[in-house]
Every structure is written in structure tokens, then in C-alpha cells.
């Protein structure tokens, strides 16, 4: 089951990061996406994959989709896909994942027995008690990254 | 609550800095509040030391400096003095800067001011004190220049602000030789220490910190910016006279004072320089026609008088003329900013008969000149004396010059008093707004009784004062009021060739001081920068000529063959550097994914390294 | 452990597509995908280590990410506007 969502998100992934048109780029991603709700559900965490749903799935997907909109054309010239640093970077890319694999083989991780008990109401215990005030910091972010869009994004 | 003394005037300040322009008219009523609100502390703090104890507070801020104020029966008195005259000229300034297009930005800058001025007298380490003593140098330069668009203005505040800096570098240095040799800034510490540094090192180190107090106070030969300063609006020169800027100079002396004792060398240099630049200032203020010039010239003297009482080991008498100094200067400046608003002009030609036209201005100045001549009942006259006394005690010499010094203020303050308020009316004056001569009368009544009670009495430099120093000054200033009263007054002699006289124009261009300093400053930067284009010309250009003339005429006169040797020198050098920049330049894309990739492979890179 | 292999492969992939597209949205979108490879990291050393605050995390780079969208899309436009086109390679001014 777990590889079946694994190999939907890489190939998907894949596609969001090769495909020509640029539309097509972001249906890959909406579909990596949800993959990933998926995989948050699978592993305990029903929340978090609730909250992707809605914020990436939904709110980042439907901007993305409008800054598309916004700036492209019907009958634009497609823009290739790639630029000329195709090869270092794959090169590079893979050198590093290799690495990164070469690291995990090594880690030394033992899944603790039992499952969390009720992770929705710890994470609310958690956001209002430990982590309140990075709680309402990100708040300001959101609220400084809305002005400062709206800031950035206004014709003089 | 000590630290609240200098923070209402600055969030004044800060206040009137970003909502002034929406204040406007009420703009002032924000920075009084606040300054009368540190009077009132101020007030609170002096009763609670005048019984005798002295208020520290200190929170730490660096590892070597703490954030310390401290009040003790000098810094105490000099609040008051500070905020008292300082709330006077403020609310005088809502009648005088009336109608002003940055009337509120005024009463910012007088705030500012107000603030440094009294973070000064409250400092309690050497650092603390420099910064707040640059604060002042920056509100005065605020202020001088407020009327910015004149262009005297302008330069005159440039000229305080260099000036004053130019002894404040001597001041910085002195701070830091204190630091390397004692390795603490705080008073305590120094005082209690000092002793143990040889006396040259301690020389050495007062003379240099004395320098920020030549140029604050304005002692010759720093003193030229004083009179300039006189570009200013009129109360903010009575603020840089009377209570703040130049009362930081001879402050800062009586703070330290037990620093500069151990160098009897600098207080002797101190006391002759101050009487000497008593005697210049008097002698120049005698030639001049301005009034304020005339103001300036007379703070000036009073300054070395001050400092004299320091270079005569009488801190305490020091300190009680700057404060009796600060009420009078405060009530004469205040009287003739009175004068120049009724009459436009600051040239005593165009005054006349003023006595009649504006009585209250007339009665209050008289009572600021009498204190400035040392007439007693009158304030001056007690703090002059004892300052006579003490150097009569300490340095005969500067005693007599004293003594000559005093007989000329009391010359030239009545030559000012019988030129503009006797006579026929000139003009059509009318007395000033009742918010102008209010502060006027408080003033006058600090001006008159203050020197009944000595504030610094029984401290223990206190020697009586003998008859011969009470007779020989109050008889010069007599003297000096009379002689005044029979040449301008009663106009008995006529001084009409005078002013051709070469020791007339030589007093009356300040002793051609500014003249000097703009031919020896000014002329040996040009010099200097002429020199370095000559330089520039003769050594650069002309080492590219030579080898450029030396290879056209070897080639010329030799052969081809040369010039391929030396162009192509030449050429493959500049080739050779070109290619490296080339081929550097090819690592410079512009693309930011170009250089992510470059971070990516580094990344990699040093994986790869660590394995 | 397969699943930390995958999100290092999902990175990896992110990171190619930020490294060679030319389209500025994809660009985004890739950096978008390199967050969630990072969340699915944290999400799955959550729920080995039976503890809550990688979710915790994933919850607050979820919101930063929204709010790095939306900032995103802003200057998007303005490139598109500067320069009629949102390919990268034309806006290299830092080349002199």
C-alpha cells in the first residue's frame, strides 16, 4: 500500500519537475500532494494530513494556479522546460541523494513501541501551552506575508 | 525616578520629532510638561541631597560600564539650574518662535538639549558623560543651524560643531589614556586610585580631557564659535549661555576635580588660560556693536572667570558663579531677544530710549547687568568675589589681571546700558508679550537674591576674603561703570577718531583670530592638497610619460624591433589581466540558479571531503 | 526508513527542478515540493519517536510555506510585469 503512494508521489514529483507545459507541472504537484495527505494519515498523523489538504492542496494550489493564470498567455511560446545546467545539476543532485542514502543505511533508528494516544488534542495542548508564542509569531507572519504581497504586488 | 530626570525631556524629544507637525501649536505645552516634570524631580532629588545624602543608581549595560547616574550637592544644584532656566527659555520661545514654520521642530531640538544636557550632569562615568556631552554638541549644532536656509546660520553651526569636536578628539583621548592606566571610567574608582599614577601621566591625562573643555566652554583658543553661535534664534542662545553647552566645559572640570588636583601643572595652565581668555573677551566686547556679539563676548569671560576659580583650586566658587552666572546670562540674553523682537535688529545704532518704551525690559536687564558687573547686593557679586579671593590666595598674578578684567565688564555691559535705553525713542518699540516677560521677572528675582546663600558653603577651600580683594573689585566695577557713563552716558570726550585707531581694529576683528584659523587651517589644507597634486602631476602622470615618451623614442629613434618589445610587453600584460577577468567573469552568470548550483555542488563537495 | 529514502528522493527532485527550470512558477513549485519532502521527514520521525513536536513543526512550516506562496506569487507578477515574461533567465541583472 505504502509503495503504491510512493512510487504515485515520486512519479509525480517527477513529472512537476520535467513536464513542458506548465499546467500540466502543477496537476503533477496537486497529485504529489495529496499523495502526501495520504502518507500523513497512514502514519499517525491525521491532522497534519487534514491541514494539507486544505493549505496546500487548497490554498497553495489555487495561488499557483492564479499566478499561471496571471502570467501566461493562450499561444505564449511554451518556455523550454529546462535551462543549460541540466547535466551538473543532475549530476550534483544525485551525488547528494546518494549521500543521503548512504546516511540513512547507517542511522541506527528503533521505532518505539505503541501509537500516540489521541495526537489531535496533544497538538492543541501542545500549540496553546509549550509553543504559544511561536504560535502566535507564525501568526504575525501571515499577517506581514499578506501585507507584503499586497505591498509587492500593487501597480504603482 | 533619577533616571526619569533626563528621559521625559528626550521622549519630549521623541515625541515631538514624529507627531510635532500634528501638534502645531500646542506643540510646546508636550516638551514644558516634560521639563517641568524633571524640575519637579529634580527638586525632589536636591531636597533629599541637600540633607545630606547622595543618590546613585546604576544598571548594568557593558561589561565595563555601567549605566550610572549619581547626584551629589554640585550635580543637584546644576539640575536645577538646568531645568529651571531651561523651562524658563521654553516658555519665553512660545512668544519669541511665534509663527515659525518648524515652530514645533524647535521645541524637538530644545527638548534634545535639555535632555543631553542633563545626562551630562548626571553621568556618572567618564563614557556615559562623552556621550552625553557629543548630545549636546548635536543639539547645539540642531539649534545653531535651526535657521538653516541663512547661510550664516548654516556655517556657524559647522563651525561650533567642528569646533567643539576638535577639543572633544583631545577629551577622547584623555578618557582612553585614563582607561589604559587605570582600567575603570567610573568617578568613584578614578578618584579613589588616581593617586597611585605618576604625577607627568596625570598631567598629561588632565590636559587632555581640558581640551573638552576649551572647546565646550569656549576658552581661548576654541572660543571663536561662541559669538558665530549668535545665529541661532535668541533663546537658543540664552540656553547655550546660561545653563547647558558651555556650563557642561567648566562642569565637567568641577566633577573631576579631584582628578585635576593631582596635577597642579594643568590647574595652573586652567587658571592662566581662563583669565586670559577673560581679559580677551572682555577687550573685544568693548569694540563691539551687536548686542548678542556683545552677550557672547561677555560669556565668554565670565567662562574664564570660571575657570579660573578651577585653575585656583575653588571648584565650589567655580560652580556658584556658574550658577549665578546661569540666571543672570539667562535674564540678559532673555532681555535683549525682548529688545531685538521690538526693534528687528541686533545693532545698538538702531536702539535708543528703550527705557521708556519697554520698562519691563529695561528694569529686568538692569538687574542682569548690575549682577554681571558684581554690584553688590547683586548675585555676580558674590561668586566673583570669591573666586577674586581665591586667586588672590592661589595665583597673585591672575588676581590682578582679574581685577582689570572686571573693571572692563563693568565697561563694556554699561557702555551697552547707556547706548540703548537712555535718549529719544527710535522707532516705535512696544514691550514684548506677557509669556516673554515672565520668565523675565523670575529671572531677575533668581538674578538678584540668588547670591545671598551660597550653596557651596563651608566646603573646605574657604578662606575669608580679605578687604583688599572686596575693595579693589567693587572699586574697578564702579570704575568701570563710571568710565562707561562719562564717554557714552555724559559724552564728555568724543570718540570720534577712535575707531581708526590700529589697536581699535585689531580688538573690534577679535584679535584676528577667525582670520587665523581660516589662513593657518585653511591655507595649509590647500597647501597640502596642492602639494598632492603637484604630486599626483609631477610623480604619477609623469612616470606614465616617461616610460610612455622613453618607449616612443627608443622605438623611434632604434627600430621596429622595440616597439614590439615594449608595446608587446604592455599589451600582454593587459591581455594576460584581461583574460583573468574573463575568465573570472564567467563565474558571475547572474542567474540565481546558476549560483544555487554552485552552493548545491559545495554542499556536495564537502560531503564528499568529510567522508 | 523507506519512507526517509523516499522524502530524500522527493527532495532531491525538488531541488533538480529548482536548479534547471526556467519557469519562475516552477521554480516554486519545486521549492514547494523540497518543504514537503522536509514535512514528511518530520511527520515520520513524529510517529517513530512517539513524539508530538515534529507534527508540530510540519504544522508551522506548513504555514510558513503558505505565506512564502503568497509572497511568491507577488513577485512573480512583478517580474512579469518588469519584464513581460517570468523566465529567470532574463531577469540577471545581478550580471553587470
Not at chain 2, 521639563?35 to 524631580?41: D, H, I, P
Not at chain 2, 572633544?168 to 584623555?174: C, H, K, P, S
Not at chain 2, 587632555?208 to 583658543?221: D, E, H, N, T, V
Request: net charge neutral.
Amino acid at each position: 500500500m505504502i509503495y503504491v503512494l510512493a512510487a504515485i508521489l515520486l512519479i509525480s514529483a517527477f513529472l512537476t519537475v520535467t513536464l513542458k507545459n506548465i499546467f500540466h507541472c502543477a496537476l503533477a504537484l496537486a497529485v504529489a500532494l495529496l499523495t502526501l495527505a495520504g502518507f500523513y494519515f497512514y502514519l499517525d498523523a491525521p491532522f497534519v494530513g487534514v491541514m494539507q489538504l486544505i493549505i496546500y492542496v487548497g490554498a497553495i494550489m489555487i495561488l499557483i494556479i492564479f499566478a499561471i493564470m496571471l502570467t501566461t498567455r493562450v499561444g505564449d511560446r511554451l518556455l523550454s522546460a529546462a535551462n543549460h545546467q541540466v547535466m551538473p545539476s543532475l549530476l550534483a543532485v544525485i551525488v547528494f541523494v546518494l549521500f543521503g542514502i548512504a546516511a540513512i543505511r547507517k542511522l541506527d533508528l528503533v521505532a518505539k513501541a505503541g501509537k500516540m494516544s489521541d495526537p489531535i488534542a496533544g497538538l492543541g495542548r501542545e500549540l496553546l501551552t509549550t509553543y504559544l508564542l511561536p504560535f502566535e509569531v507564525i501568526s504575525l507572519l501571515l499577517l506581514a506575508a499578506l501585507v507584503g504581497a499586497v505591498v509587492i504586488a500593487r501597480k504603482d | 525616578m533619577v533616571i526619569l530626570i533626563p528621559l521625559l525631556p528626550a521622549l519630549a524629544f521623541a515625541a515631538l520629532v514624529f507627531f510635532g507637525w500634528q501638534l502645531k501649536e500646542r506643540a510646546p505645552y508636550v516638551s514644558i510638561a516634560a521639563l517641568a516634570g524633571s524640575f519637579l524631580l529634580s527638586l525632589l532629588a536636591a531636597i533629599e541631597v541637600f540633607q545630606g545624602t547622595t543618590i546613585e543608581v546604576s544598571a548594568a549595560w557593558l561589561p565595563i560600564v555601567a549605566f550610572s547616574f549619581r547626584i551629589d550637592l554640585i550635580s543637584a544644584w546644576m539640575l536645577l539650574l538646568v531645568t529651571g532656566v531651561g523651562l524658563m527659555i521654553q516658555i519665553y520661545s512660545i512668544g519669541y518662535m511665534k509663527g515659525d514654520p518648524r515652530f514645533a521642530r524647535f521645541f524637538a531640538y530644545l527638548s534634545l538639549f535639555c535632555a543631553a544636557m542633563l545626562g551630562v550632569v548626571l553621568a556618572n562615568n567618564l563614557l556615559l558623560l562623552y556621550i552625553f556631552w557629543e548630545l549636546v554638541g548635536l543639539g547645539s549644532y540642531l539649534l545653531i543651524g535651526f535657521w538653516f536656509e541663512k547661510p550664516s546660520a548654516a556655517a556657524a553651526c559647522k563651525k561650533a560643531f567642528i569646533f567643539t569636536r576638535a577639543g572633544d578628539i583631545g577629551f577622547f583621548l584623555g578618557i582612553l589614556l585614563l582607561f589604559l592606566s587605570l582600567g575603570a571610567i567610573d568617578f568613584q574608582t578614578i578618584f579613589s586610585q588616581a593617586h597611585t599614577l605618576s604625577v607627568p601621566l596625570v598631567t598629561a591625562i588632565t590636559l587632555l580631557i581640558f581640551c573638552g573643555a576649551i572647546g565646550k566652554s569656549a576658552q581661548f583658543p576654541l572660543h571663536v564659535w561662541l559669538p558665530d553661535a549668535m545665529e541661532g534664534p535668541t533663546p537658543v542662545s540664552a540656553l547655550i549661555h546660561a545653563a547647558t553647552m558651555v556650563a557642561a566645559g567648566v562642569y565637567m572640570v568641577a566633577r573631576l576635580f579631584p582628578l585635576f588636583e593631582l596635577a597642579p601643572l594643568t590647574l595652573t595652565i586652567i587658571g592662566y588660560l581662563g583669565i586670559g581668555t577673560a581679559l580677551m573677551a572682555c577687550l573685544i566686547a568693548v569694540t563691539q556693536t551687536d548686542i548678542k556679539k556683545i552677550m557672547a563676548y561677555s560669556t565668554i569671560s565670565q567662562l574664564g572667570f570660571m575657570m579660573l576659580a578651577m585653575g585656583a583650586n575653588a571648584p565650589e566658587a567655580g560652580m556658584f558663579h556658574l550658577l549665578t552666572h546661569g540666571f543672570f546670562k539667562a535674564l540678559l540674553f532673555l532681555g535683549a531677544g525682548s529688545i531685538i523682537h521690538a526693534v528687528h535688529s541686533n545693532e545698538m545704532s538702531e536702539m535708543g530710549g528703550l527705557a521708556k518704551a519697554m520698562p519691563i525690559t529695561f528694569a529686568t536687564t538692569m538687574i542682569g547687568a548690575l549682577a554681571l558687573t558684581g554690584i553688590p547686593p547683586f548675585s555676580g557679586f558674590f561668586s566673583k568675589d570669591e573666586i577674586l579671593a581665591a586667586a588672590y590666595h592661589n595665583l597673585p598674578v591672575a588676581f590682578w589681571l582679574a581685577v582689570a578684567a572686571v573693571f572692563l565688564t563693568a565697561f563694556y555691559v554699561f557702555r551697552m546700558i547707556f547706548k540703548i535705553f537712555p535718549g529719544q525713542v527710535k522707532g516705535h518699540p512696544h514691550e514684548s508679550p506677557r509669556v516673554m516677560t515672565v520668565p523675565l521677572i523670575i529671572l531677575a528675582v533668581f538674578a538678584f537674591g540668588f547670591g545671598f546663600f551660597n550653596p557651596f558653603a563651608g566646603g573646605h577651600h574657604e578662606e575669608a576674603a580679605p578687604l583688599l580683594v572686596f575693595a579693589s573689585s567693587l572699586g574697578m566695577a564702579t570704575l568701570g561703570i563710571f568710565t562707561a557713563w562719562l564717554l557714552y552716558g555724559a559724552k564728555v570726550v568724543s570718540l570720534a577718531g577712535w575707531h581708526n585707531n590700529f589697536l581699535y581694529k585689531f580688538v573690534a576683528n577679535k584679535f584676528y583670530l577667525d582670520e587665523f584659523f581660516i589662513y593657518v587651517f585653511g591655507w595649509t589644507a590647500t597647501a597640502v592638497s596642492q602639494g598632492l597634486a603637484i604630486f599626483d602631476q609631477l610623480v604619477i602622470d609623469g612616470i606614465v610619460n616617461l616610460v610612455g615618451r622613453v618607449g616612443w623614442i627608443f622605438a623611434f629613434v632604434n627600430s621596429f624591433f622595440d616597439i614590439y618589445i615594449v608595446d608587446g610587453l604592455v599589451n600582454l600584460l593587459a591581455k594576460i589581466s584581461a583574460l583573468f577577468g574573463e575568465a573570472l567573469r564567467r563565474a558571475q552568470t547572474g542567474l540565481v540558479q546558476n549560483y544555487l548550483l554552485f552552493v548545491v555542488v559545495g554542499i556536495v563537495l564537502v560531503l564528499l571531503i568529510r567522508r | 526508513m523507506d519512507i526517509l529514502a523516499i522524502s530524500l528522493i522527493l527532495f532531491g527532485l525538488g531541488l533538480f527542478g529548482a536548479l534547471t527550470r526556467k519557469n519562475a512558477v516552477a521554480i516554486l513549485m519545486s521549492i514547494e515540493l523540497m518543504l514537503n519532502a522536509v514535512n514528511l521527514n518530520f511527520v515520520y520521525f513524529s510517529r517513530t519517536l512517539i513524539d508530538l513536536s515534529g507534527q508540530i513543526f510540519t504544522l508551522f512550516i506548513i504555514a510558513a510555506a503558505a505565506a512564502e506562496a503568497a509572497i511568491g506569487l507577488a513577485i512573480i507578477l512583478n517580474l512579469y510585469r518588469e519584464f513581460g515574461d517570468i523566465d529567470v533567465e532574463k531577469a540577471a541583472l545581478l550580471k553587470w
